[in-house]
């Protein structure tokens, strides 16, 4: 904890006084989970509304939210009185969940601008007839999604494919919000890399 930050004492001491964000950021430092509680209904609105000006929907921004939330918890130790208010903190904090949330969201949509890019290169290099630019490129992204392992295959599945929130998500199979987060990071990396070899291959065969 930082040498700055009163003690967990110091704040049960005040009893009947609200305590200010940057002591409530020093006791989530110590885990109390009271504190956090009591950050996240001090500034829900204004997270929400930072959030909500990047991300769009209301389902992302609740999202995003508890990705920022998870974030605030996890990196409290990082922060310090000596580099400015609490606020400024979180807020920060917040808007590079929504991008990072927002970046996610687009990863789909880039693969299949991708495979379709890259599969009209392949026909053209190819000299494929007419009748072949009809090809379903949706299923070519669908054949590699079934390469993933289950577990992975199954919340890109109804992310994407379904059009469910992460949170809905982990409702609909009963998992936590952060286990369904990294199932669908990880399985979208690995798409993302059969996406970069097939057009390596198709390069190949053009050459």
């Given at each position: 904890?930082n040498?700055t930050?009163?003690?967990?004492?110091?704040?049960?001491s005040?009893?009947?006084?609200?305590?200010?964000?940057e002591?409530?950021l020093?006791?989530?430092?110590?885990?109390?989970?009271?504190a956090?509680q009591?950050?996240?209904?001090?500034?829900?609105?204004?997270?929400?509304?930072?959030?909500?000006?990047?991300?769009?929907?209301?389902?992302?921004?609740?999202?995003?939210?508890q990705?920022?939330?998870?974030?605030?918890?996890?990196?409290?130790?990082?922060?310090?009185?000596?580099?400015?208010?609490?606020?400024?903190?979180?807020?920060?904090?917040?808007?590079?969940?929504?991008?990072?949330?927002?970046?996610?969201?687009?990863?789909?949509?880039?693969?299949?601008?991708?495979?379709?890019?890259?599969?009209?290169?392949?026909?053209?290099?190819?000299?494929?007839?007419?009748?072949?630019?009809?090809?379903?490129?949706?299923?070519a992204?669908?054949?590699?999604?079934?390469?993933?392992?289950?577990?992975?295959?199954?919340?890109?599945?109804?992310?994407?494919?379904?059009?469910?929130?992460?949170?809905?998500?982990?409702?609909?199979?009963?998992l936590?919000?952060?286990?369904?987060?990294?199932?669908?990071?990880?399985?979208?990396?690995?798409?993302?890399?059969?996406?970069?070899?097939?057009?390596?291959m198709?390069?190949?065969?053009?050459?």
């Amino acid at each position: 904890m930082n040498t700055t930050c009163p003690s967990s004492a110091a704040l049960e001491s005040s009893a009947g006084l609200m305590p200010s964000d940057e002591e409530l950021l020093c006791a989530i430092q110590e885990r109390d989970e009271l504190a956090m509680q009591v950050l996240l209904r001090r500034h829900q609105t204004l997270l929400k509304s930072v959030i909500s000006r990047i991300v769009g929907s209301d389902a992302a921004t609740d999202d995003a939210l508890q990705d920022t939330l998870l974030d605030i918890w996890r990196s409290s130790h990082h922060y310090s009185m000596n580099k400015g208010k609490a606020v400024a903190w979180i807020t920060t904090l917040a808007k590079r969940r929504a991008i990072d949330y927002v970046r996610r969201t687009a990863t789909y949509n880039s693969l299949k601008d991708r495979a379709k890019v890259e599969t009209k290169i392949h026909l053209t290099a190819s000299n494929v007839g007419s009748d072949c630019e009809d090809v379903d490129l949706s299923q070519a992204l669908q054949q590699n999604i079934r390469l993933l392992p289950a577990a992975q295959q199954e919340v890109i599945h109804l992310a994407f494919l379904q059009g469910m929130s992460q949170r809905e998500v982990a409702a609909a199979i009963h998992l936590p919000l952060g286990t369904v987060k990294t199932r669908i990071e990880l399985g979208l990396k690995k798409l993302r890399s059969a996406f970069r070899t097939r057009h390596a291959m198709h390069t190949l065969q053009a050459a």
